[in-house]
């Protein structure tokens, strides 16, 4: 157990809809990531946030934001869903996000878009 | 950008056979690397990384890999593999604010 969760775990839903997932990091973890995996992509950095505040930015569609509250947990709000948007979304956590720590993952919500 | 490959989509190995999975990476000044494991429905867990030193970095489950500047890479191995190790396994490189970027996966497959 990684110290990540994540909810919901599975998510099905129609395309155009609108969903959130949501991201508890680690005890003490300023900082939290999202990635998207998918079959055709791999694994895909979205974005980046430390201490409430975005710091790096992936290949994130503009359909999608992402924020972090005040008590550090974080939500990822994806609109106007595609098929193409199935995937796994993982959501990690770091200490103060350098580049030289381990991110530790949660077990992710696998989104199926029908 | 920095850019993770990784030579194998799938390697098959017999139990308590040697194995080793190849990585090679984009070069930059400095560079951190780190191998995750994928176990089936699970999110990634960290095996190991490199930041600076020693060129040889062992892990967590008997897992080891060397970094080699001049090759750019970052081979992960393991003298002996058990059943338990059958998962897919991501080299990553650590980019910028700590954004990982990785490779596309190997998937270890081990028979009895």
């Known amino acids: 157990d990684s110290g990540v969760t994540q909810t919901p775990k599975h998510l099905i839903t129609a395309t155009g809809q609108r969903v959130t997932l949501r991201c508890s990091p680690r005890?003490?973890?300023?900082?939290v990531y999202w990635y998207q995996q998918s079959l055709d992509q791999g694994l895909q950095f979205l974005i980046q946030y430390y201490n409430g505040e975005e710091r790096a930015k992936g290949n994130i569609l503009e359909r999608f934001s992402a924020q972090q509250f005040p008590d550090l947990h974080s939500e990822l709000n994806l609109s106007s869903l595609e098929l193409g948007d199935s995937a796994l979304y993982f959501c990690a956590s770091s200490p103060s996000g350098g580049n030289k720590e381990t991110q530790y993952f949660g077990p992710g919500t696998r989104l199926l878009v029908l | 950008a920095q850019s993770v490959t990784q030579l194998d989509s799938q390697v098959p190995v017999f139990e308590e056979a040697p194995v080793e999975l190849r990585c090679n990476y984009s070069s930059s000044v400095s560079v951190y690397l780190f191998w995750y494991v994928q176990y089936p429905n699970q999110g990634l867990q960290l095996l190991l990384k490199y930041l600076s030193g020693s060129t040889l970095v062992k892990g967590i489950n008997g897992f080891e890999a060397e970094f080699n500047k001049s090759q750019t890479s970052f081979h992960l191995r393991k003298p002996s593999v058990h059943i338990s190790d059958t998962a897919e396994y991501f080299c990553a490189v650590s980019e910028g604010a700590g954004k990982l970027i990785f490779g596309q996966g190997t998937t270890l497959q081990v028979k009895p």
């Open positions: 005890s003490g973890d300023l900082s």
